[in-house]
């Protein structure tokens, strides 16, 4: 696919305002794609090539929205069958937003009631994008998926999730999905204090997804706003005496604090939990986001060694270390309480990226070279993965060079293809099958948030011309199997298949997008390796499950299926698709709520 549009010109202003006529709405959006100092997204910060960047200007655009005829929206009747009681009651002042949780708050108000079909291609009631929108929302709104309390289900030996998703069929969010208010859940014991590494933070937001009695414990966050955002964290921050804020340095250009993990540490043990979702509404409420949690990790017994609590996957050395690279006192105590605690029960390997320029031994600890290191170490036999596809899916992509041969195809694939004992298997002249799951316009346009889903699909213009050969890896996003197809995703994952998609060979699940900045690339003839940014996520490998493969059908009467977040095998993009690119129009196709996308 060729790009004829006109080059963006960037600004650093931000409007969100929204022109209504008739049944459309167009919404008009002005960034920077690449400015440190831009905010987009509800309660949100910088803009990167790794997460949301809003639209720049671009003169003479044209529409290039194509494939598929616009889905007619159905109103969806709302149940009525309301007890006498209910009636008496006075409505709740906060209708759908309320995030109240006490039972007693609900037996005194009404609440409106949400329907939910059993068909998760069903689409949400017609409706224009207004300021209520997800793309608007206040910043101190609390919307629940739902009111139930926390259940953390069987996620069986892994402990991977994915976000609960409002607007989909209630059975897939009953098993292996939790919310944030899951995560925090006061069930699962006597939060005494907490750390949040992210993005964009909204904090008034985050603070109300805390039970009631841990809002005043200690909560650390870290992140890597600077300029005016920073002064917005600090002066939210400043609402709650028990919030700190703790800087990442990033001391090379684009760079990015693009890590989602959290530290809670409970009067019983101490768990990590390591996601893809920004600390905002809107990345919790219609997004399709991957977590994993720890166990919680008990305490040692005083007098045991540095060493001791180790895992066989060296989690808690690789923890340790990922946190002494933001070289930041304000971590030391939380050092001390990882160094305090048993995690010798994590299954999981780390692989993190920290900015610099590494070298030496120092070279293979992080980015794609540390994730070819345990593959190296750990990894799949040579025969057994002969022939089999790398599969990659993210929301972001970032420039990756005009010959797909030197970094996509060359390093970055390098090391995914690596094997045990061997540096990579790429079978001489013949090349690896590489497959990237991306969503196309029609994704975006039908998805539950419609058009300003795109907004956290930061692919720009500019980028996608000098790339056109990424089209021929692209497939489409499809999770009919999770229900989530039009959950639009924003989790990030890689992981080799089968050619018949029933087996895995590893399982990735990490903040970094398909970009140089999140994996690295190698400089001055591959003796340096050199990251922009901050990012962390966990590879899963089957011997760590007493596997040799992991099973993705329930096909094995021994085994436990590997709960992939998306449809297996991926379908590729048909002749007409398009990849979603966020600073161009749509405007002859509205979405699923009636609207365009016109950036200006």
């Known amino acids: ?213 841990a809002r005043g414990k200690p909560l650390l966050i870290i992140h890597g706003d600077t300029g005016l955002s920073k002064v917005k964290l600090q002066e939210d921050a400043h609402q709650f005496p028990n919030v700190q804020l703790c800087q990442a340095r990033l001391e090379i250009m684009y760079g990015t604090h693009h890590s989602k993990m959290m530290f809670l540490l409970y009067k019983d043990g101490l768990q990590i939990v390591i996601h893809t979702a920004n600390l905002i509404q809107q990345d919790w409420h219609q997004k399709t986001q991957g977590v994993w949690i720890s166990p919680l990790f008990p305490k040692l017994c005083d007098g045991s060694t540095p060493s001791s609590g180790e895992s066989s996957t060296h989690f808690k050395a690789h923890l340790l270390a990922y946190l002494a690279a933001y070289r930041k006192p304000a971590l030391d105590q939380w050092r001390t309480h990882i160094q305090e605690h048993d995690m010798s029960e994590a299954r999981v390997h780390i692989v993190a990226s920290v900015p610099g320029r590494h070298q030496g031994g120092c070279k293979n600890q992080w980015g794609h070279l540390k994730l070819r290191q345990v593959l190296q170490e750990s990894g799949p036999s040579a025969d057994l993965v002969k022939g089999w596809p790398v599969l990659g899916q993210f929301s972001s992509i970032g420039s990756l060079g005009a010959d797909a041969q030197k970094w996509l195809c060359g390093e970055w694939l390098k090391s995914l293809a690596t094997v045990r004992g061997k540096p990579s298997l790429l079978l001489g002249s013949r090349q690896l099958q590489l497959q990237l799951i991306y969503p196309s316009v029609s994704n975006v346009r039908s998805s539950l948030e419609g058009y300003p889903a795109g907004g956290s699909l930061p692919y720009h213009i500019n980028t996608a011309r000098k790339q056109p050969y990424l089209n021929n890896f692209l497939h489409q996003w499809s999770a009919s199997s999770r229900g989530r197809t039009r959950a639009s995703p924003h989790i990030k994952t890689y992981t080799r298949t089968s050619p018949d998609c029933n087996q895995l060979a590893w399982f990735v699940v990490t903040s970094a997008n398909l970009s140089k900045a999140a994996w690295g690339a190698l400089e001055k003839q591959g003796s340096q390796l050199m990251i922009r940014s901050y990012e962390i996520g966990v590879l899963f490998l089957p011997h760590d499950f007493g596997e040799s493969v992991f099973a993705v059908h329930e096909n094995r009467p021994c085994s436990m299926p590997f709960p992939v977040p998306y449809d297996l095998p991926p379908l590729p993009y048909h002749t007409n698709d398009q990849p979603w690119v966020v600073d161009i129009p749509y405007v002859s196709k509205p979405d699923s709520h009636g609207c365009i996308w016109q950036p200006s």
């Open 1 to 213: 696919m060729s790009w004829s549009l006109s080059d963006s010109e960037s600004d650093e202003s931000t409007d969100h305002s929204l022109s209504v006529s008739g049944t459309r709405a167009e919404s008009r959006l002005s960034l920077g794609a690449d400015n440190p100092e831009n905010k987009s997204r509800t309660g949100g910060t910088r803009a990167s090539e790794d997460d949301w960047a809003g639209p720049s200007t671009s003169q003479g655009m044209q529409d290039v929205g194509a494939e598929e005829a616009f889905l007619t929206n159905t109103d969806r009747g709302r149940q009525s069958n309301k007890r006498e009681l209910e009636e008496d009651r006075p409505e709740c002042k906060y209708g759908k937003q309320c995030y109240r949780k006490n039972p007693t708050h609900f037996q005194e108000y009404k609440h409106p009631r949400t329907s939910s079909s059993d068909d998760e291609q069903s689409f949400p009631p017609h409706k224009r994008l207004k300021t209520g929108s997800p793309l608007t929302a206040s910043s101190s709104s609390s919307s629940q998926p739902h009111c139930n309390r926390p259940q953390a289900h069987n996620p069986g030996p892994f402990n991977f999730f994915l976000t609960k998703v409002s607007g989909i069929a209630a059975k897939f969010n009953e098993t292996g999905s939790v919310h944030i208010t899951d995560i925090l859940s006061a069930e699962n014991g006597e939060l005494l204090a907490s750390a949040q590494f992210n993005y964009m933070f909204d904090i008034p937001w985050l603070m109300q997804q805390y039970p009631q009695e």
